[in-house]
């Protein structure tokens, strides 16, 4: 099993909408979990940390299941500038180990 | 949180040569790190830059095909060495952000290497 696993979709999804995406990891020792957004021929950039008691950026919404070993990323009223691939990160000790990300695309 | 500057941005080498790349960040920081990307992969940490002691690889990286220098606590170089296709990548500097809220890691602009 992967450490981190991410469903690479892509998520194809109307102007508007809510779409959540899951990212599971493997080591139940992990203790830091981060969203990050990376647009095309960019690099990644931090979108939220995970907090455990889950923790909400305008749109965005980020979960922390540590008995199932996932985190979630709720985006909701979907814009079309949210088109991009989401990546998750979780960290053991100080340096996380990355998904291969999950690519959203929100048309008209 | 911190800036990176990265460079170069972009480059297409001959195999068998050499590239050096180098990140500049605005503030001092313990650690820098390097990744490398591959088309539809997730980032895979190449080795920890640690400033006045070697690098830290990872397994399947080593020293003599990844040089890192870390002369001080602003500025790192990854050297991709004797390179051949499989070096093709983006390859990509962070530096832990600390103090903020919502920390985390910032990455530099990313340097796309093709090797013909």
């Given at each position: 099993?992967?450490?981190?696993?991410?469903?690479?979709?892509?998520?194809?999804?109307?102007?508007?909408?809510?779409?959540?995406?899951?990212?599971?990891?493997?080591?139940?020792?992990?203790?830091?979990?981060?969203?990050?957004?990376?647009?095309?021929?960019?690099?990644?950039?931090?979108?939220?940390s995970v907090?455990?008691?889950?923790?909400?950026?305008?749109?965005?919404?980020?979960?922390?299941?540590?008995?199932?070993?996932?985190?979630?990323?709720?985006?909701?009223?979907s814009?079309?500038?949210?088109?991009?691939?989401?990546?998750c990160?979780?960290?053991?000790?100080?340096?996380?180990?990355?998904?291969?990300?999950?690519?959203?695309?929100?048309?008209? | 949180?911190?800036?990176?500057?990265?460079?170069?941005?972009?480059?297409?080498?001959?195999?068998?040569?050499?590239?050096?790349?180098?990140?500049?960040?605005?503030?001092?920081?313990?650690?820098?790190?390097?990744?490398?990307?591959?088309?539809?992969?997730?980032?895979?940490?190449?080795?920890?830059?640690?400033?006045?002691?070697?690098?830290?690889?990872?397994?399947?990286?080593?020293?003599?095909?990844?040089?890192?220098?870390?002369?001080?606590?602003?500025?790192?170089?990854?050297?991709?060495?004797?390179?051949?296709?499989?070096?093709?990548?983006i390859?990509?500097?962070?530096?832990?952000?600390?103090?903020?809220?919502?920390?985390?890691?910032?990455?530099?602009?990313?340097?796309?290497?093709?090797?013909?």
């Amino acid at each position: 099993r992967k450490e981190v696993e991410q469903d690479p979709g892509p998520f194809n999804v109307p102007e508007g909408a809510t779409v959540a995406f899951n990212c599971t990891y493997s080591n139940s020792a992990s203790q830091s979990f981060f969203w990050y957004r990376q647009d095309c021929r960019k690099e990644p950039k931090l979108l939220m940390s995970v907090y455990s008691s889950g923790n909400e950026d305008g749109r965005f919404t980020a979960q922390l299941n540590r008995a199932s070993q996932y985190i979630s990323l709720l985006i909701r009223d979907s814009k079309l500038s949210d088109s991009a691939t989401y990546l998750c990160a979780v960290g053991g000790g100080y340096i996380p180990t990355f998904g291969r990300g999950t690519s959203l695309i929100v048309h008209p | 949180s911190a800036v990176i500057s990265q460079k170069p941005s972009r480059d297409i080498c001959q195999r068998g040569t050499s590239l050096t790349i180098q990140c500049q960040v605005d503030s001092q920081v313990t650690m820098m790190f390097w990744y490398r990307q591959q088309p539809g992969q997730s980032l895979t940490l190449i080795a920890t830059a640690n400033q006045g002691s070697e690098a830290t690889y990872e397994s399947g990286f080593v020293i003599d095909k990844f040089p890192i220098s870390r002369p001080n606590l602003t500025f790192s170089t990854l050297t991709v060495s004797n390179m051949s296709p499989e070096d093709s990548s983006i390859y990509l500097c962070s530096v832990e952000v600390e103090g903020a809220a919502n920390y985390g890691y910032t990455f530099g602009s990313g340097t796309r290497l093709t090797v013909v």
